[in-house]
């Protein structure tokens, strides 16, 4: 069980701030399907639920474990998150296929959120894989490939937030597809550095790729922050429950978060130390 360079401590911190995060939002995730889903869908009703009560279960035992936790204690644990991660991711592929093949007509998830929340889960188990094998991706590696998901995630978000407004929300509708815009133009150029990769591993590149992602990031989860305000007080049109509203607010904070720990790491100029520090 090695746990490659991070240390034990470290192991349990970062697994339990995984699982924490990850837990919760694999919860709503359920919820969000199970909402979507027609009256007469029961089963697929009572399997959203199900993961639900796991996730919320998983949660509750994340925050009781402390960090002074036997680090084989949480191996295990991690172990058993990352299976019920597959299996959620599981159950929303199975669930792209149906609606995909219309066998679902008139349940109002979209596919590209289906695809969107088990992408979410396939992150989450590769997360708990990762620290349980201690197999992490070095620094210039992790931060492309985190950018890579991470923007296409915010992308997507500023797509269902513009299609889930009203429509006569006009002004907001247009906010919402300019940050669509700007996060697919992010997309691409992040897979642009990534194909030049190795070359483009460099401190300056890497350094100017996370600085302009975390403009555009920080301008996005206030964008979010304000229409989860104003869909709490219901000062706004829209089809948006509010807790996704808050969900999506969370995604960007962890994405800025993650952004932040790339910047103190660059800043120290420890690139060519074999170390993820996220
Ligand atoms: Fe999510
Ligand atoms: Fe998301």
């Not at 959203?48 to 204690?73: G, L, M, S």
């Not at 708990?128 to 296409?152: H, Q, R, S, W």
């Not at 190795?198 to 229409?227: G, H, I």
């Not at 000062?235 to 995604?251: G, N, Q, T, Y």
Request: negative net charge; contains cysteine; glycine residues 4%.
């Amino acid at each position: 069980m090695g746990k490659g360079e991070i240390g034990l401590n470290e192991f349990v911190a970062r697994s339990l701030d995984e699982i924490r995060f990850w837990s919760r939002i694999m919860k709503e995730h359920s919820l969000f399907l199970g909402l979507g889903f027609r009256c007469e869908d029961t089963q697929l009703k009572e399997e959203a639920n199900r993961f639900y009560k796991i996730f919320e279960d998983i949660e509750r035992r994340a925050h009781e474990f402390q960090v002074n936790t036997d680090p084989q204690t949480i191996q295990a644990f991690n172990t058993e998150v990352s299976i019920a991660a597959t299996q959620i991711w599981a159950f929303k592929r199975r669930v792209l296929g149906l609606i995909l093949r219309c066998k679902l007509p008139g349940q109002t998830n979209f596919p590209l959120l289906v695809d969107h929340v088990s992408r979410e889960a396939n992150y989450f188990r590769n997360r708990l894989i990762e620290l349980n094998t201690g197999n992490l991706e070095p620094l210039p590696d992790a931060i492309i490939d985190e950018n890579v998901f991470f923007l296409k995630i915010m992308a997507d978000h500023a797509k269902f937030i513009g299609h889930l407004l009203d429509p006569s929300e006009r002004k907001l509708v247009e906010q919402a597809r300019e940050f669509s815009q700007d996060f697919d133009m992010l997309v691409f150029q992040a897979t642009d550095l990534s194909s030049m990769r190795p070359q483009s591993q460099t401190v300056p590149l890497l350094s100017q790729f996370v600085d302009e992602n975390k403009v555009s990031v920080q301008s996005l989860r206030d964008f979010k922050k304000t229409a989860r305000d104003l869909i709490n007080e219901c000062r706004i049109k829209s089809i948006i429950h509010p807790l996704l509203a808050d969900h999506v607010f969370r995604e960007a904070e962890r994405f800025l978060f993650i952004l932040d720990m790339f910047e103190r790491s660059l800043s120290g100029a420890r690139v060519d130390k074999k170390e993820i520090l996220h």
